[in-house]
């Protein structure tokens, strides 16, 4: 099976834009989790999608957003870009909850200037 | 919120030992996950421990789980210089909500 596959892989972005990155799940994967990782605040939770419904969500602005489509893959969306949303960027998918490992993509290494 | 903690952050062995990390938590859970990974890029799974488990083998990796103390531990043994690394634990309260800790850097010294 193939992996939890991230696009793009860099960005390089000035403050003030926006900024959409893209997921595509393991086949048969209907949940789509991401995660901001920094060197300051580790990784963090930022929200959780499944059957195209966001079923949990992290302490981020609303400035986050994401979506999932019918077809499990998702995209989060950042606006007004700050310098400090500077970060790899994780998604990773599981079959559902509970018991089911989560199993990460390659992220998006995203850079705010 | 709950957040696994490692300990020690880091560690420096000899090809040929092994590994020992610690992960401590503060709240119930549903299960806890170890993941590694390589010089910023994704994270790789290595196992997952549920909270009516108390110990679980994965070739060289050994994982206990005590929920009583709140804290869980990953053994790795004979490690080879690719296992280094940063080794990260992370709790799920069944939501798929994992919570991280800061991570465990482990460099493995041929």
């Known amino acids: 099976k193939a992996g939890v596959t991230q696009t793009p892989r860099y960005l390089i972005k000035t403050r003030g834009q926006q900024v959409t990155l893209s997921c595509s799940p393991i086949?048969?994967?209907?949940?789509v989790s991401w995660y901001q990782q920094t060197p300051g605040q580790g990784l963090q939770f930022l929200f959780e999608?499944?059957?195209?419904?966001?079923?949990n969500k992290g302490n981020f602005p609303g400035r986050f957003s994401g979506r999932q489509f019918s077809n499990s893959r998702s995209e989060m969306n950042v606006s007004t870009l700050e310098l400090g949303d500077s970060a790899l960027y994780l998604c990773?998918?599981?079959?559902?909850?509970?018991?089911?490992?989560?199993?990460f993509g390659p992220g998006t290494r995203l850079t705010v200037t | 919120s709950q957040q696994g903690e490692e300990d020690p952050q880091a560690l420096s062995i000899q090809e040929g030992e092994n590994a020992t990390m610690n992960c401590s938590y503060k709240?119930?859970?549903?299960?806890l996950q170890w993941y590694r990974q390589n010089s910023g890029r994704g994270l790789v799974h290595l196992i997952l421990?549920?909270?009516?488990?108390r110990e679980k083998h994965s070739g060289r990796l050994r994982v206990t789980l005590d929920t009583s103390k709140k804290s869980s531990s990953l053994l790795i043994t004979a490690s080879r210089a690719a296992d280094t690394a940063s080794y990260f634990c992370?709790?799920?309260?069944?939501?798929?909500?994992?919570?991280f800790g800061k991570g465990n850097q482990v460099v493995v010294i041929p």
């Open positions: 990773a998918s599981s079959l559902d909850r509970s018991y089911y490992e989560q199993y």
């Open positions: 086949s048969g994967h209907r949940s």
């Open positions: 999608y499944f059957s195209e419904t966001q079923r």
């Open positions: 709240t119930s859970i549903n299960n």
């Open positions: 421990i549920r909270s009516n488990e």
């Open positions: 992370a709790t799920d309260r069944g939501n798929n909500r994992l919570a």
